[in-house]
């Protein structure tokens, strides 16, 4: 992919979360937050390809609609995702 293309993608996604976020109840500081928990969350049970992670935010219907895709690559140890109790 040319570097003409790759910065009209990023263009584009900035005005995509621009007009999601002008449109949205929820702040942009929000979704990054909780696309920040679910991360984390998923990183405690499995091992992800970090490069492919995405998250998108699209506005449909009056809701707002957080998509995070998480490629997986392997779940973690057993001693990781041992819970004490």
């Given at each position: ?38 991360l984390n969350a998923a990183r ?6 970090e490069s492919d992670v995405t ?31």
């Amino acid at each position: 992919m040319g570097s003409g293309s790759r910065s009209i993608l990023v263009a584009r996604d900035r005005l995509r979360k621009v007009l999601v976020q002008d449109r949205s109840p929820v702040s942009q500081e929000c979704l990054d937050a909780l696309t920040a928990v679910l991360l984390n969350a998923a990183r405690e049970q499995v091992v992800l390809v970090e490069s492919d992670v995405t998250a998108a935010v699209e506005y449909k219907d009056g809701a707002v609609i957080l998509t995070v895709r998480l490629p997986i690559l392997r779940g973690v140890s057993n001693e990781a995702t041992t819970v004490n109790g």
